[in-house]
């Protein structure tokens, strides 16, 4: 049976323009970056190659670039390193983080590291930008605002800008979960006030278990993990040398394609939330589906009936590929904590679904996904 996959800002399919920059590095490239000798030097000089690539990319320095092994530990490594390293002694976040940063800020809380605020959302999700300021302006110790750019289930965008300069004009330290934007969405990290952010390859047709974590060059933080001087004192472990390589292509292959990638992928979207509209009766687009929003990803609520409450089980079943939400809690039998954050009290009574696109999805599994759902709803 032939499988739809719908589920792009779970993982994409690794590019075999990808695999084949990595498999150098897993066949005769194999020595340590560590090691002085000729195996080693050749292997140390293609990850400093990938940095100064993915640097180029960002526009940030080679130096502000450091690989980890994705974008939870890149998340974890910034968060505790505003509270233990640089003063910060108040958390800003907001509901619908990503669980790698709702776990990290709140077991910081918990064990009295830190005070934790919770700014409050818009009706279609989006930061309260006003509510943010007063929680700064409110804030008699330093703070750290950890918000994502763009969420990964309701794909709404943040102005990470705006949010920057909010944080300078309040010496905030500044992290924002990129994991859905960067290799999606040029960046100009010189022209964002921003202190750490992180990317994770698996989400732009990269390798998985390979991320990054950007370090603004006036901030000094100890480590997270200890044991070795890779990745400049930085990251112990050895490096993940064939994802280092991997992320870097994907990411060079992403920016190179991007204008035409993005137009196709956001068609892809535009139709489908019409064909959902105009063919469902109560279905409901979750978060700010037309406005300021990812071009990867719909999300969707069914009304729930006896049909549609096993939809995504009868959907898998029909080889077609979607989730209820983050893919790092797809085990849960719970509502999703964003959608539950939305839904106004009417979390029992719906279905959401998130169905996200990449450069190889077509309209024809567009239409096939929606005649599959005339006869499951």
């Given at each position: 049976?032939?499988?739809?996959?719908?589920?792009?800002?779970?993982?994409?399919?690794?590019?075999?323009?990808?695999?084949?920059?990595?498999?150098?590095?897993?066949t005769e490239k194999f020595g340590n970056p560590s090691s002085v000798y000729?195996?080693?030097?050749?292997?140390?000089?293609?990850?400093?190659?990938?940095?100064?690539?993915?640097?180029?990319?960002?526009?940030?320095?080679?130096?502000?670039?450091?690989?980890?092994?994705?974008?939870?530990?890149?998340?974890?490594?910034?968060?505790?390193?505003?509270?233990?390293?640089?003063?910060?002694?108040?958390?800003?976040?907001?509901?619908?983080?990503?669980?790698?940063?709702?776990?990290?800020?709140?077991?910081?809380?918990?064990?009295?590291?830190?005070?934790?605020?919770?700014?409050?959302?818009?009706?279609?999700?989006?930061?309260?930008?006003?509510?943010?300021?007063?929680?700064?302006?409110?804030?008699?110790?330093?703070?750290?605002?950890?918000?994502?750019?763009?969420?990964?289930?309701?794909?709404?965008?943040?102005?990470?800008?705006?949010?920057?300069?909010?944080?300078?004009?309040?010496?905030?330290?500044?992290?924002?979960?990129?994991?859905?934007?960067?290799?999606?969405?040029?960046?100009?990290?010189?022209?964002?006030?921003?202190?750490?952010?992180?990317?994770?390859?698996?989400?732009?047709?990269?390798?998985?278990?390979?991320?990054?974590?950007?370090?603004?060059?006036?901030?000094?933080?100890?480590?997270?993990?200890?044991?070795?001087?890779?990745?400049?004192?930085?990251?112990?472990?050895?490096?993940?040398?064939?994802?280092?390589?991997?992320?870097?292509?994907?990411?060079?292959?992403?920016?190179?394609?991007?204008?035409?990638?993005?137009?196709?992928?956001?068609?892809?979207?535009?139709?489908?939330?019409?064909?959902?509209?105009?063919?469902?009766?109560?279905?409901?687009?979750?978060?700010?589906?037309?406005?300021?929003?990812?071009?990867?990803?719909?999300?969707?609520?069914?009304?729930?009936?006896?049909?549609?409450?096993?939809?995504?089980?009868?959907?898998?079943?029909?080889?077609?590929?979607?989730?209820?939400?983050?893919?790092?809690?797809?085990?849960?039998?719970?509502?999703?904590?964003?959608?539950?954050?939305?839904?106004?009290?009417?979390?029992?009574?719906?279905?959401?679904?998130?169905?996200?696109?990449?450069?190889?999805?077509?309209?024809?599994?567009?239409?096939?996904?929606?005649?599959?759902?005339?006869?499951?709803?």
């Amino acid at each position: 049976m032939s499988r739809i996959y719908f589920d792009n800002a779970a993982t994409t399919a690794l590019d075999p323009e990808v695999l084949n920059a990595m498999m150098p590095f897993l066949t005769e490239k194999f020595g340590n970056p560590s090691s002085v000798y000729s195996y080693g030097r050749e292997t140390k000089l293609a990850i400093e190659n990938a940095r100064k690539s993915v640097a180029r990319i960002l526009n940030a320095n080679p130096g502000e670039i450091f690989f980890t092994s994705g974008g939870t530990e890149s998340t974890n490594t910034a968060v505790n390193a505003a509270i233990r390293d640089l003063g910060c002694k108040h958390i800003i976040t907001s509901a619908i983080e990503h669980h790698a940063t709702l776990h990290t800020v709140e077991y910081l809380a918990h064990s009295g590291q830190a005070k934790l605020s919770y700014v409050k959302l818009t009706d279609n999700g989006h930061i309260d930008m006003a509510n943010l300021e007063e929680l700064l302006a409110g804030s008699p110790d330093r703070t750290v605002v950890t918000l994502m750019h763009a969420n990964n289930e309701i794909g709404n965008l943040m102005d990470i800008k705006a949010v920057g300069e909010l944080c300078r004009k309040y010496d905030a330290i500044f992290h924002s979960d990129t994991v859905q934007t960067v290799g999606h969405y040029p960046f100009n990290l010189k022209d964002i006030y921003v202190h750490f952010l992180n990317g994770a390859g698996h989400k732009f047709h990269g390798p998985k278990g390979v991320g990054i974590l950007y370090i603004n060059e006036n901030v000094h933080i100890k480590p997270f993990l200890n044991g070795g001087s890779q990745e400049r004192n930085m990251r112990a472990g050895t490096e993940n040398l064939y994802g280092i390589i991997g992320f870097a292509k994907a990411l060079e292959m992403a920016t190179e394609t991007y204008e035409k990638d993005s137009a196709h992928i956001n068609s892809l979207k535009t139709y489908m939330a019409k064909q959902l509209m105009d063919n469902f009766e109560g279905v409901q687009l979750n978060g700010d589906t037309h406005g300021r929003s990812l071009y990867t990803v719909l999300n969707v609520s069914f009304p729930k009936t006896e049909k549609s409450d096993m939809l995504l089980f009868s959907l898998d079943m029909a080889g077609i590929c979607v989730s209820g939400g983050s893919a790092c809690t797809s085990g849960a039998t719970s509502l999703s904590h964003v959608i539950r954050s939305l839904a106004n009290g009417q979390s029992d009574n719906i279905v959401p679904i998130r169905f996200s696109f990449c450069k190889h999805n077509t309209i024809a599994e567009v239409d096939m996904v929606i005649e599959k759902l005339k006869e499951l709803v």
